[in-house]
């Protein structure tokens, strides 16, 4: 059974920080992009940080530059998400997903083109 789980997620406070963790079972996360996405009530998912799978070429939404940095260790078969500076507006539930396209940016950064998904780690940002 192909199954991705997050984990990581927690209640901070402004400025603090997590370090979300997205691990696959039941196939290799070397072969898959792998991004990471958020859902806050009221709106839509968006793309918050993307992996390739080739060379490891990252991207971020603006809102997350410089203060998220999206790795993977296929050894462990796990993507980090490393979260500093944390505001309140980055409060949502965070989804890890998996892309095995050709064309690793199509699905940016809607996640349209990522067939698997996990089930999401909730992050609230507050004082």
């Known amino acids: 059974q192909l199954q991705l789980v997050e984990s990581g997620g927690g209640f901070v406070q402004p400025g603090q920080s997590l370090t979300l963790s997205c691990v696959a079972s039941?196939?290799?996360?070397?072969?898959?992009?792998i991004g990471w996405f958020r859902r806050s009530p009221g709106k839509n998912r968006e793309g918050v940080s993307a992996?390739?799978?080739?060379?490891?070429?990252?991207l971020y939404a603006d809102s997350v530059k410089g203060r998220f940095t999206i790795s993977r260790d296929n050894a462990k078969n796990t993507v980090y998400l490393r979260m500093i500076n944390l505001k309140p507006e980055d409060t949502a539930v965070y989804y890890c997903?998996?892309?095995?396209?050709?064309?690793?940016?199509?699905?940016?950064?809607?996640?349209?083109?990522?067939?698997?998904w996990g089930q999401g780690t909730q992050v609230t940002v507050s004082s």
């Open positions: 997903g998996a892309d095995d396209g050709i064309f690793w940016q199509r699905g940016w950064p809607d996640g349209s083109t990522y067939q698997y």
């Open positions: 992996i390739s799978k080739y060379d490891r070429t990252t």
């Open positions: 039941g196939f290799n996360l070397s072969n898959y992009h």
